[in-house]
């Protein structure tokens, strides 16, 4: 059975600050990591993906992976009170197509 | 959300009855997925359909049956509503081997 780990928070943060979201698995041969961001009352929406080790940046949003500790992290350069939100660290297992496993989400709040 | 709706948005039900949530995509995508989300639980998979009558169990299976006639439609059923099938349904759509998810808006369930 495939774990996903995040903190549920709230991590509180102001504005103009760096958040640092992480998120731990438990299937070492995991090869797909995804960030969702899910405001409240609303569907989740993808933000980033990442699929081999390092950082990978787009935008104000960079994710980090090192698959040898079995961590995936997602940094959010100068928060924005509607950045405030749930995200959701999502990763695939190793063999073939496999579905989606979900972590419970940590719920980010930016303060003006 | 552009090219998946999901109906209806909000019921209620009681307990004993079924239940039939329904997903439409526009998009022709291979993959259709029914998650639910809980609180204190995050999403989970219920089944996910890899085309027109193929499908498969998720982790909380039980209690659900799904249907895909057509690559448009995926069907949830709930046999018999239970008070613990409260919860907001997820209807999602991928295409093979890739893990950026298209989500519905969601149908808020009630059981009574």
């Known amino acids: 059975q495939k774990e996903v780990e995040q903190n549920s928070g709230p991590l509180s943060v102001p504005e103009g600050a760096i958040a640092s979201l992480n998120c731990t698995y438990s299937d070492r041969g995991s090869q797909s990591f995804f960030w969702y961001r899910q405001y409240s009352g609303k569907s989740p929406e993808l933000i980033m993906s990442i699929y081999s080790n390092g950082d990978k940046e787009d935008g104000r949003f960079t994710a980090q992976l090192n698959k040898a500790s079995q961590y995936v992290s997602l940094l959010i350069r100068d928060s924005q009170p509607s950045d405030s939100a749930t995200y959701l660290c999502?990763?695939?297992?190793?063999?073939?197509?496999?579905?989606?496993?979900f972590g419970k989400g940590t719920m980010l709040l930016v303060s003006p | 959300d552009a090219g998946i709706t999901q109906s209806p948005r909000h019921k209620v039900t009681e307990t004993g009855t079924p239940v039939t949530l329904r997903c439409h995509q526009t998009?022709?995508?291979?993959?259709m997925y029914w998650y639910r989300q809980d609180p204190g639980h995050g999403l989970r998979l219920i089944h996910y359909s890899y085309g027109v009558k193929d499908t498969d169990k998720g982790e909380v299976s039980d209690g659900y049956s799904v249907s895909r006639s057509k690559t448009e439609d995926f069907l949830l059923t709930l046999e018999s509503a239970t008070s613990s099938q409260t919860s907001v349904y997820f209807c999602a759509i991928s295409e093979p081997g890739q893990g950026d998810y298209t989500f519905g808006s969601g149908t808020r369930l009630t059981v009574v």
């Open positions: 999502a990763v695939t297992g190793k063999s073939g197509y496999s579905t989606l496993t």
């Open positions: 998009e022709n995508h291979r993959y």
